[in-house]
T-cell receptor, first 110, second 115 residues
């Protein structure tokens, strides 16, 4: 499985953009990058995923570098409800399961 | 309901007791997953079903752990002779298909405490 590396924790001011980095230097060409988040006492929640191109949805944007060795999740206008642990996951081809790491604990500061 | 439902929400068991944890996936979802999450850690994969077939049970930590999904919908995770190290949150997730770009929907989990 391609491993991911994320900072343990980050802070972001409310209303600012939160940029969460992820390194996945051993990613294969047909592996997707997924982001999930887990708010306290809840199960993980899907945010976004991508293969090569940048992606945007109602929750966030995903920027993947051209060599695909790293990516950044962007929450454009962070709110207090965005405080959570954010997991960057590479999904192995032919393997249905998601392999979680320890993620980044994002705290939004009022 | 619209989401994945798990019951009970909390379970306290005495060491050596058997427990059964239930998962109701989203209606029509083919794939079902069980994860174990220890305090302060990310979820760890336990097992995976496609309909009623258990295709991957590589994450089950011991033969005390058993999962089933007999009719391809509701699933039960059973832990026999519980030990203190089994204390964790047990998460269930489902997805519509088995495609690798399909997203998983998680329940809120069952928090198991073994005393």
């Amino acid at each position: 499985d391609a491993k991911t590396t994320q900072p343990t924790s980050m802070d972001c001011a409310e209303g600012r953009a939160a940029n969460l980095p992820c390194n996945h230097s051993t990613i294969s060409g047909n592996e997707y990058v997924y982001w999930y988040r887990q708010i306290h006492s809840q199960g993980p929640q899907y945010i976004i995923h991508g293969l090569k191109n940048n992606e945007t949805n109602e929750m966030a944007s995903l920027i993947i570098t051209e060599d695909r060795k790293s990516s950044t999740l962007i929450l454009p206008h962070a709110t207090l409800r965005d405080t959570a642990v954010y997991y960057c996951i590479v999904r192995v081809f032919g393997n249905e399961k998601l392999t979680f790491g320890t993620g980044t604990r994002l705290t939004i500061i009022p | 309901g619209a989401g994945v439902s798990q019951s009970p929400r909390y379970k306290v068991a005495k060491r050596g007791q058997d427990v059964a944890l239930r998962c109701d996936p989203i209606s029509g979802h083919v794939s079902l997953f069980w994860y174990q999450q220890a305090l302060g850690q990310g979820p760890e994969f336990l097992t995976y079903f496609q309909n009623e077939a258990q295709l991957d049970k590589s994450g089950l930590p011991s033969d005390r752990f058993f999962a089933e999904r007999p009719e391809g919908s509701v699933s039960t995770l059973k832990i026999q002779r519980t030990q203190q190290e089994d204390s964790a949150v047990y998460l269930c997730a489902s997805s519509l298909t088995r495609d690798r770009d399909e997203k998983l929907f998680f329940g809120s989990g069952t928090q198991l405490s073994v005393l």
